[in-house]
């Protein structure tokens, strides 16, 4: 018996991974599509520059967000049935939701598939109130955020510039957007490859591996902390091209200038959002500032139809994804292990298959 939940919590923890990576894939876009649609980098090269940056943040951020997420739900009821299920939750979310083109959020999607198999469970009281009221907040003040900080750059950049000559100022953005796509690219690895570190530890704290500090925080160890970086970074470098048309041309159509301001504010909120250990969403985040920066032009310089479809999949995202992990988490505990994994698997699969279906249409869609 020993060795079988050893196992289980091994297969959990690798299915963690799985889902860190597809975070990656899924999330590609909000660290590329304002460098690709603005024709700074070939997609190939944006790929590898965002997934080197989604890596090496682990050498300058600590881990409070992985505390947030993994304690968001009372360590004591957390086992390996309820990581697993919570996961089935939002990868299949992330998988739909990839394949409708739509840049929703993978960390969303993952605390709503955790919170309900938690839920599904032990009831609402295994929830930790404080943490899920200020990642519910930041749904709605993280897109503002990005979209008021972008707004206001932009608008002070081209006060700066007023005078000079357009191809100049292109030229310079071009060279300054690679910074602002590291500096996204920094903060995207910083805060959703921690809330895969925290789903793994609280795994190990439920299972007797490890033990809550003792101040109540959740211990990360290294190779977590390495395993979860590695795991994001190569997501990244598999990409996601039909969000990237999304996210880069059908919101708004930015010129560098845009794509520096939109990045950089974009960085700036979740770096803030980081140090104060706050899970949210790089995708909203992104899609926030791109359209702050695109409506100093004119507002009908963004297209609101799109922002608007992409908001209602925001809002649907916790409850959908808890419902799937709440189902998940009932077939696990019904016995049904193998019901709840080959639909996971169907759904991984069928994914796999549309994106290499896919592939060269997506490259095209990104160059265009």
Not at 75 to 103: C, H, K, M, R
Not at 240 to 269: D, H, M, N, Y
Not at 330 to 355: D, K
């Amino acid at each position: 018996m020993p060795d079988a939940a050893l196992a289980a919590v091994i297969g959990t923890v690798c299915l963690a991974v799985l889902f860190d990576y597809s975070n990656g894939f899924h999330d590609a876009a909000n660290s590329i599509a304002t460098v690709v649609s603005t024709r700074v980098l070939h997609p190939r090269l944006a790929v590898i520059w965002a997934a080197f940056f989604n890596f090496v943040a682990f050498l300058v951020f600590k881990t409070h967000v992985a505390n947030t997420v993994g304690t968001i739900i009372d360590p004591e009821v957390v086992s390996d049935a309820v990581v697993f299920a919570g996961l089935v939750g939002a990868v299949a979310w992330n998988i739909t939701t990839w394949w409708l083109g739509l840049p929703t959020s993978s960390s969303h999607a993952l605390i709503g598939g955790f919170i309900g198999a938690g839920v599904a469970k032990a009831g609402w009281s295994v929830v930790n109130g404080p943490s899920l009221q200020r990642t519910v907040i930041f749904i709605v003040l993280s897109p503002m955020l990005g979209l008021a900080l972008a707004f206001g750059l932009m608008l002070a950049l081209l006060w700066i510039f007023r005078g000079a000559m357009p191809r100049r100022v292109d030229r310079l953005f071009r060279r300054l957007q690679l910074v602002s796509a590291a500096a996204f690219s920094l903060g995207h690895g910083a805060n959703d490859a921690q809330k895969t570190m925290g789903i793994i530890s609280a795994l190990l704290v439920g299972s007797g591996y490890l033990h809550l500090e003792a101040n109540g925080d959740l211990p990360v160890p290294l190779w977590v902390v390495l395993v979860a970086y590695a795991a994001i970074a190569l997501g990244t470098l598999t990409g996601g091209w039909r969000i990237v048309k999304t996210l880069g041309q059908r919101i708004t159509a930015l010129k560098p200038i845009g794509g520096f301001s939109a990045e950089t504010a974009a960085a700036s909120s979740i770096y803030f959002a980081t140090f104060l250990g706050i899970p949210v969403s790089t995708t909203h985040t992104i899609t926030g500032a791109i359209a702050g920066a695109g409506s100093t032009r004119r507002l009908s310089g963004v297209r609101w139809g799109v922002a608007r479809r992409i908001v209602w999949a925001w809002l649907i995202t916790i409850p959908v994804a808890g419902t799937i992990g709440a189902i998940a988490y009932w077939l696990v505990e019904s016995r049904h292990h193998g019901i709840a994994l080959a639909v996971l698997l169907t759904v991984l699969a069928v994914g796999i298959a549309l994106a290499f279906r896919r592939g060269g249409r997506r490259t095209t869609i990104a160059e265009s």
